[in-house]
Structures are given as C-alpha cells and as structure tokens.
C-alpha cells in the first residue's frame, strides 16, 4: 500500500478519533453545565458562547471527516475487505448528521437562541433530550471511527501478507 493511502488512512481515524473526543468533552464538560440551573446556566452559556460555540469546530471538522472519508473509500475501493468497512464508516458519520441537524439543531435553537422566555420546564426537557442524544451520536462516531480502523488494518495486513508472498 503506498503511502498515500496509508497517510489518508491514518488521517481519517485521526479525524474521527476527534470528533469521538469533541462529542465526549461536550456531554461530559458542556451539557451538564447548560442543564445545571434552567434558566441561569443557560444565560451564562449564551453569555460565554458569544464569540464561538461548540457548532464552529463541528461545521468545519464534520465536513472534513466526510470529505476523508469519502475519499478513503475511492481510493481503498479495490481492497475488498477495507472497502465495506470504509462504506459503513461513512454512513455512520452521515448518520450522525441526520441526526444532528433533525434532532440537535432544533434543541440548539431552543437552548441557545430563542428567546428566553419559554416554560423552564420546556428549556430543562430540550437539554436532557439533547445530552441523551448526545450520548447515541457519540456511539455512532465512535462505531464510524472503529469501522475505519479496521478498514485501515485490513488494507495493512493485506497488503503485508502481498508482499511476503
């Protein structure tokens, strides 16, 4: 396998490896502070995403996974078994933004834009939906990032077993 492939390769379950984490830091770190005290914790979090929020790094990264990941699939498509591999990691990804734009934006838009003026008990269901969202698209990145690591694998061990044939 040349090396090109291998850098892409690496590259990509390096970029999904990132996403896992930045998902992870969120549900951990950011979601339970927004869902501490409804509604001051979330007039603290406008206040403090004011410059830039969560959404800025995953509008640039997610794309560029995708874009990865799709090219990692052209170029590994006539490695067999590394092919459906890479296939099913992209769909996983894809996946994860269905999700996030029919199920997280909308929470978004009620958590961090609206105005404030909506029943408490409407804000505190909108930001545990979310972090329980939360937690199924970061198994869904981290099922994306597991495929694309053994598609990668089987790309090394066949072309490992090719030349000490």
Do not use: C, K
């Not at 206040?47 to 790094?57: C, E, I, S, V």
């Not at 590394?82 to 978004?108: E, G, K, M």
């Amino acid at each position: 396998m040349n090396s090109i492939r291998q850098i892409l390769g690496f590259a990509t379950v390096i970029l999904l490896g990132a996403l896992v984490g930045a998902g992870g830091y969120e549900s951990v770190v950011m979601a339970p502070n927004y869902a501490a005290d409804i509604p001051n914790s979330l007039e603290h979090a406008r206040l403090f995403m004011r410059a830039t929020n969560p959404g800025n790094f995953f509008r640039v990264l997610a794309p560029g996974t995708q874009l990865a990941l799709l090219v990692s699939v052209i170029i590994f498509w006539r490695i067999r078994p590394s092919r459906w591999w890479y296939v099913a990691a992209l769909v996983l990804l894809l996946s994860v933004d269905v999700i996030t734009f029919t199920f997280h934006y909308p929470r978004n838009e009620l958590l961090f834009h609206s105005p404030m003026t909506q029943p408490v008990a409407q804000l505190t269901a909108a930001a545990h939906e979310w972090a329980t969202g939360n937690v199924f698209r970061i198994g869904l990145l981290l099922a994306s990032a597991i495929a694309a690591s053994i598609g990668l694998r089987s790309a090394l061990v066949r072309v490992r077993d090719s030349s000490s044939a």
